[in-house]
């Protein structure tokens, strides 16, 4: 069995780490799950920012939710969650993982940052920014929908890490009110929250 320690807190793109583990079957050592995780000093040796998640796995440092994720379904190869290295179905792990995190993520990320006074001073926010910011995460989206329209997953139409990657981005999209017009992404959502494993907190009711 691997060695692993994840530097972890519930709402952040730890809960991809966490799910791939459970999916996994892999034992762990949580660190922190408390907002005293980012004093700690070991993260801050493992993630030059300091952020999370990071993890050290057999003894060696790695950070980004997506490269955890990834190394951890590759620990178990048996269990089917990612494509085989160097396959065709890996560059779609690929380009599924980049397109999330680039032409989605990055937009409500910086909805978040300049909302939440916790990630930045309310006298630094730029409101005007967010109009933008959801005009381009609204355009991944509809890309994203009309894929999800002819497949229930996106790697050889069965689950793998890339859904837990790419639906917690869709998830934080719905968590701002962004998907009212993308019922595929909301029906893929629902899909992934249903597994067993899933460690996206429950959205409680959708808003139009």
Known sequence: MPDIKLFELAPTRSARCRWTLLEAGLEYESIGNSIDVFSNVDLKAVHPLGKLPAAIIDGKPLFESAAISTAI?????????????????????????SFALTEMEAFV??????????????????????????????????????????????????????????????YFGEEQHLLGDFPNLRAYLDRLMAREHCTFAPIEEYEN
């Open 109 to 170: 990320q910086s909805i978040e940052v300049n909302t939440i006074e916790f990630l930045l001073p309310k006298e630094q926010h730029v409101p005007a920014i967010i109009e933008q910011n959801n005009m381009f995460y609204k355009k991944g989206a509809a890309a994203l929908e009309l894929v999800l329209g002819e497949t229930d997953y996106l790697v050889e139409n069965r689950f793998t890490v890339t859904d837990i990657i790419v639906g917690y981005t869709v």
């Open 73 to 97: 379904a590759d620990l178990v190869p048996e269990k089917k969650l990612i494509a085989a290295p160097g396959s065709w179905s890996r560059s779609l792990h690929d380009q599924w993982v």
